[in-house]
T-cell receptor
């Protein structure tokens, strides 16, 4: 089966610019996650969707970050405006509740560099 | 609140030697525990998981981990390291909270394998 797809793989922007990332989860996976992974750290959950509803966005900086999952499939994560500290890898993952006991399948990530 | 501590941000072993990566967790309810591996420029991949069945869990690539409730530990081992094991390893804990299952990742341990 096809894995989690993300694009772009790399993005370089200047601070105060905006950027968007796209994620296509594994077909049939109802739960979708966006993580931020800063160099040298573990992934930190930004937002979790169940179908197209938000389950957890407690760590999402809502003044600059937004995410949506229209129709419960693809998702986009946007940063506007970007700050230097947003430089990180943004990982998308998906899971199927009840299967694999919430094992998450990860995409390759988008590496964002903010100059 | 749940938390994960990985002891040692870097571990170096010789090829053929024992690999031991340490993970301690805290959780207010019986947790699910996971080890993921991340190769350069890739997303995370599940190595193994503990789901309250056998306390000794076997995973892919010859890795295994033992759940020790009394020590709140879930250390990852492999009897004989291979060069291809060089990667970053993340321990994660999931438990059921008010908002559903929530997963917390450790900071990661980078494994170096010397020829």
């Amino acid at each position: 089966e096809a894995g989690v797809a993300q694009s772009p793989r790399y993005k370089i922007i200047e601070k105060r610019q905006s950027v968007a990332f796209w994620c296509n989860p594994i077909s049939g996976h109802a739960t979708l996650y966006w993580y931020q992974q800063i160099l040298g750290q573990g992934p930190k959950l930004l937002i979790q969707f169940q179908n197209n509803g938000v389950v957890d966005d407690s760590q999402l900086p809502k003044d600059r970050f937004s995410a949506e999952r229209l129709k419960g499939v693809d998702s986009t994560l946007k940063i506007q405006p970007a700050k230097l500290e947003d430089s990180a890898v943004y990982l998308c993952a998906s899971s199927f509740p009840g299967q694999g006991l919430y094992e998450q399948f990860f995409g390759p990530g988008t590496r964002l560099t903010v100059l | 609140a749940q938390s994960v501590t990985q002891l040692g941000s870097h571990v170096s072993v010789s090829e053929g030697a024992l690999v031991l990566l340490r993970c301690n967790y805290s959780s207010s309810v019986p947790p699910y525990l996971f080890w993921y591996v991340q190769y350069p420029n890739q997303g995370l991949q599940l190595l193994l998981k503990y789901t309250s069945a056998a306390t000794l869990v076997k995973g892919i690539n010859g890795f295994e981990a033992e759940f020790k409730k009394s020590e709140t530990s879930f250390h990852l081992t492999k009897p004989s390291a291979h060069m291809s094991d060089a990667a970053e390893y993340f321990c994660a804990v999931s438990d059921l909270g008010t908002g559903g299952f929530k997963t917390i990742f450790g900071a990661g341990t980078r494994l170096f394998v010397k020829a």
